[in-house]
């Protein structure tokens, strides 16, 4: 059974940083693209960065390109996100997503629970 | 970045009746060389997270019922609930992964009438 827990959503001052990270079981970790989809409260679903499975690439967002970085640890099974120069409007559920292919260009097909952050002083 | 644009934002549909939402993106997701079309749908039910229900616009993942289907290539596409079930109430969206930015749909709620 594909399970994707995350966890490191906390109250963070505007400014500051935070790292989310998510473990995954139930699959081959290094064969499939991961990402991170953040959704604010009562609004709608904002992809924010894949980690493709295959040759290593990334993407994100333009709302989070050079403060947001995101990897993977395959021998961990862990996808993370490190958040930095955190702003009022990052403040969200973020979810983590398994795509149901190697390539960037998967649809995701699991999703975590989710993990609350809170950007405010 | 490939605009995704749902219609309607909201909708009011009868048990037993026909649910239809449609997608419009910005510009074409079907990629020529494999003739398909880089859209999925997504069910988000209250206090969930979303759900993958169809992609390549067409195919149903697994277990999703068979009263849900998907159509549509090029930049217009229509996600249909052919007979409303209670346990349909949700917000649905679309998303594009053909090209990143890989966006989604601003989303379109789904009620009971």
């Known amino acids: 059974e594909v399970q994707l827990l995350e966890s490191g959503g906390d109250l963070v001052q505007p400014g500051g940083s935070l790292r989310l990270s998510c473990a995954a079981s139930?699959?081959?970790?290094?064969?499939?693209?991961m990402s991170w989809v953040r959704q604010a409260p009562g609004k709608g679903l904002e992809w924010v960065s894949t980690?493709?499975?295959?040759?290593?690439?990334?993407y994100y967002a333009d709302s989070v390109k050079g403060r947001f970085t995101i990897s993977r640890d395959n021998s961990k099974n862990t996808l993370y996100l490190q958040m930095n120069s955190l702003r009022a409007e990052d403040t969200a559920v973020y979810y983590c997503?398994?795509?149901?292919?190697?390539?960037?260009?998967?649809?995701?097909?699991?999703w975590g629970q989710g993990t609350l952050v809170t950007v405010s002083s | 970045d490939i605009v995704m644009t749902q219609s309607p934002d909201s909708l009011a549909v009868s048990l037993g009746e026909r649910a239809t939402i449609n997608c419009k993106s910005s510009q074409s997701v079907l990629y020529s060389s494999n003739n398909k079309n880089y859209l999925a749908w997504y069910q988000q039910r209250p206090g969930q997270p979303p759900k993958l229900l169809i992609y390549?616009?067409?195919t149903r993942d697994s277990g999703v019922p068979d009263r849900f289907s998907g159509s549509g290539s090029g930049t217009d596409f229509t996600l249909t609930i052919s007979s409303l079930q209670a346990e349909d109430v949700a917000v649905y969206y679309c998303?594009?992964?053909?090209?990143?930015?890989?966006?989604f749909g601003q989303g379109t709620k789904l009620e009971i009438k």
């Open positions: 997503t398994k795509g149901d292919g190697s390539g960037s260009y998967s649809p995701s097909d699991y």
């Open positions: 980690f493709s499975g295959s040759g290593g690439s990334t």
């Open positions: 139930g699959f081959t970790f290094s064969s499939y693209a």
């Open positions: 390549w616009a067409s």
């Open positions: 998303q594009q992964y053909y090209s990143s930015p890989y966006t």
